[in-house]
């Protein structure tokens, strides 16, 4: 079921986050990782419109859009590929004409993804802050 996020899923959105993005961007440094983690407590998280799906009263993946652009959408690994992702990249989508998202180049999880659910490369450019190739997506309804 997809709801919109509460305060009472910080934790558990934030563990969702660490789960599935150490695995999708092994390349990055932990320091980065622990600064992105506070990031998504005191920046993100109160800051987007963020949804949850919730399986069996747990909080398994979230999708938080700033505008029409993806700012994130993970999942827990053990839900991957049984399309909840999907799921929520069209409940957003029924708001949003067009959406936007950036991925890192090396990011293979979220690259197969968005390239399924029909994103198209606009650009790249790199990462500020870890040096990372990052592209700029799109995908227009």
């Known amino acids: 079921m997809i709801r919109k996020y509460q305060p009472t899923d910080e934790d558990a959105v934030v563990e969702v986050w660490f789960q599935a993005a150490s695995l999708a961007h092994p390349f990055v440094?932990?320091?980065?990782?622990?600064?992105?983690?506070?990031n998504t407590r005191e920046i993100y998280l109160p800051n987007t419109e963020t949804w949850v799906y919730v399986e069996e009263d747990k909080v398994v993946g979230f999708i938080a859009m700033m505008g029409n652009e993806v700012g994130a959408i993970?999942?827990?690994?053990?839900?991957h590929g049984k399309g909840i992702g999907t799921k929520l990249m069209n409940h957003v989508a029924q708001f949003h004409e067009i959406l936007e998202v950036e991925v890192f180049e090396k990011n293979r999880i979220g690259r197969a993804f968005y390239a399924k659910y029909g994103f198209e490369f606009i650009k790249k450019h790199v990462h500020s802050v870890t040096g990372e190739v990052l592209l700029r997506l799109r995908y227009s309804s």
Do not use: T
């Open 74 to 79: 993970f999942l827990l690994p053990s839900f």
């Open 29 to 38: 440094s932990r320091e980065f990782m622990e600064s992105e983690e506070k």
